[in-house]
């Protein structure tokens, strides 16, 4: 009787062997539905992000605008400013003017290029780039709902590449600035404008940095960098929030073929806010000044002058007559901290300087 007991023991039924069956094939139905159910929250999901985007497009697009500039400029080769890469992309090749004089050193040729802007005002002010309208004759807006308009230039700042410019029209539709300090890397963004003439194009792309200098644009660089596709003819136009609001101003990319390569730079909207209210209120910017030279901390530095790191920026020069002469600064003085914000280095230090007004 205990042989036979233990051979039960030891030994499984058919019933053991179908309820094992059953609970492997309720196991895999659920892994499966489970791996379903996954798939249709990513998919649903994506659905949601393609329905924000579309949603902030179709928000901020009236307010968006095509430029078209011209200028007229002598046909001789000589003189054509082609010898620079950044013009020659941007007005592409030269277009024989009307009613052209034959003799060849009068000739005149019409150089036409384009670019985009955004409405901030519902009486027509337009922000945009510099290097966009600096130095057109004419400027031409065409708006979502194809009307145009020929556009004055209010003011133009050549050390930040923003310009604005105002249409005459009431009533528009304007696209609302947000604040570009509170960004962070990772977020993303969408941005709208004309490239290659394409009117009205959308990109989406994500934060891939910020406060980026030493690009070479322009004098005074705090660039949001992003991978959102940008080109030729995108510059001047919003790059924008999933909020719909405008972060910066699309400026360049850093290409070697003249397309995108997945860097592009943006003015951030808190230094296009200061240059717009003067632009519009003075047609100029006043820019605040020390006085002095400086330089980054180099860790060679940070360890003659006791310093904890490289943060701060080292007085190399003062100028006589000056308000840091004035104020007692003095050549091998490190400056930390301006208005009781440490300061990290030369380029961020000398933007907060620009970016307060004399006095």
């Known amino acids: 009787m205990n042989r036979y007991h233990d051979r039960k023991r030891g030994s499984l039924s058919l019933f053991d062997i179908a309820l094992v069956a059953w609970l492997f094939i309720v196991l895999i139905l659920m892994g499966t539905h489970s791996t379903?159910?996954?798939?249709?929250?990513?998919?649903?999901?994506?659905?949601?992000?393609?329905?924000?985007?579309?949603?902030?497009?179709?928000?901020?697009?009236?307010?968006?605008?095509?430029?078209?500039?011209?200028?007229?400029?002598?046909?001789?080769?000589?003189?054509?400013?082609?010898?620079?890469?950044?013009?020659?992309?941007?007005?592409?090749?030269?277009?024989?003017?009307?009613?052209?004089?034959?003799?060849?050193?009068?000739?005149?040729?019409?150089?036409?290029?384009?670019?985009?802007?955004?409405?901030?005002?519902?009486?027509?002010?337009?922000?945009?780039?510099?290097?966009?309208?600096?130095?057109?004759?004419?400027?031409?807006?065409?708006?979502?709902?194809?009307?145009?308009?020929?556009?004055?230039?209010?003011?133009?700042?050549?050390?930040?590449?923003?310009?604005?410019?105002?249409?005459?029209?009431?009533?528009?539709?304007?696209l609302s600035l947000g604040d570009s300090d509170s960004l962070e890397v990772g977020e993303w963004v969408l941005a709208l404008g004309n490239p290659f003439g394409l009117s009205h194009t959308l990109t989406a792309g994500i934060v891939s940095a910020k406060g980026r200098s030493h690009v070479g644009i322009a004098d005074y660089e705090d660039f949001i960098q992003t991978d959102a596709a940008i080109n030729p003819g995108n510059s001047g136009g919003p790059l924008i929030d999933l909020e719909g609001?405008?972060?910066?101003?699309?400026?360049?990319?850093?290409?070697?073929?003249?397309?995108?390569?997945?860097?592009?730079?943006?003015?951030?909207?808190?230094?296009?806010?200061?240059?717009?209210k003067q632009l519009v209120e003075h047609g100029a910017v006043d820019r605040g000044y020390l006085g002095i030279m400086v330089q980054d901390i180099t860790s060679e530095l940070a360890k003659s002058f006791k310093l904890k790191d490289t943060k701060g920026v080292l007085i190399a020069q003062v100028v006589a007559d000056t308000p840091a002469a004035k104020a007692g600064l003095k050549q091998g003085d490190v400056i930390l901290k301006l208005n009781n914000e440490a300061v990290d280095s030369v380029s961020p230090f000398r933007n907060k300087i620009a970016m307060t007004a004399p006095g």
């Open 36 to 174: 379903l159910y996954a798939q249709e929250k990513a998919i649903e999901s994506l659905k949601e992000t393609g329905k924000a985007f579309a949603t902030v497009a179709k928000k901020v697009s009236p307010s968006v605008v095509f430029i078209k500039v011209e200028k007229s400029v002598a046909a001789n080769p000589n003189m054509l400013p082609f010898n620079d890469e950044f013009l020659r992309r941007f007005f592409g090749q030269p277009m024989p003017g009307p009613n052209q004089p034959q003799n060849p050193g009068q000739q005149k040729r019409l150089l036409q290029g384009q670019g985009s802007g955004f409405i901030v005002s519902t009486d027509g002010y337009i922000l945009t780039n510099n290097h966009v309208v600096g130095e057109a004759d004419k400027v031409t807006v065409k708006l979502l709902d194809g009307r145009e308009f020929i556009a004055k230039t209010i003011g133009v700042d050549t050390a930040t590449d923003v310009a604005v410019i105002k249409i005459d029209a009431k009533d528009l539709p304007v």
């Open 245 to 276: 609001k405008a972060v910066g101003i699309n400026t360049a990319i850093f290409s070697q073929t003249g397309g995108s390569m997945g860097i592009g730079f943006a003015i951030p909207i808190t230094m296009a806010k200061v240059i717009y």
